[in-house]
């Protein structure tokens, strides 16, 4: 039998979490049409909803100063696919005192659902679709290499 995808969330976070599909439509949801150039299958245009990642990492806790700026620019965000597939995302791209982009963990994709397949990574400002990470399965917040001070605790 086969289980609901999940997408575990991870890293500096203050409640980390294995979120369901149904658990990302609960949060707030946003609808974007995009258009990317995949390498395999040439120009692709479809239209997806759920959950920005900003709401999805602030509703587990994000254990970034959100009141200081500069030290905001040190996190990454890895994207993981049920393939293997990953991409990185900076903090500063989907925080509203920085890019503000809309970054997408989708639940849909054409009215579709992707409950069986998983969420799937949308990366609208991107022309080309390489970080568009389809059955996301991780989502880890943590600082770039380097950033951390010597000795400090790795989650």
Not at 136 to 150: D, I, K, Q, Y
């Amino acid at each position: 039998m086969r289980h609901p995808a999940t997408v575990r969330l991870h890293g500096h976070l203050d409640r980390p979490a294995e979120l369901t599909i149904g658990q990302l439509r609960d949060l707030p949801s946003h609808r974007v049409q995009v258009s990317f150039d995949c390498r395999t299958e040439g120009e692709q245009r479809h239209g997806y909803e759920g959950p920005t990642l900003w709401d999805v990492l602030c509703a587990a806790g994000p254990k970034v100063d959100l009141a200081a700026r500069k030290p905001r620019l040190k996190f990454l965000l890895a994207v993981t696919g049920s393939d293997g597939h990953r991409a990185v995302v900076s903090w500063a791209e989907i925080d509203p005192d920085f890019g503000g982009q809309r970054i997408l963990l989708a639940t849909s994709m054409d009215g579709a659902p992707l409950d069986e397949s998983g969420p799937q990574l949308v990366v609208p400002a991107d022309h080309c679709g390489a970080r568009y990470v389809s059955g996301v399965t991780a989502v880890w917040l943590g600082p770039a290499p380097g950033a951390e001070p010597a000795g400090a605790a790795r989650a």
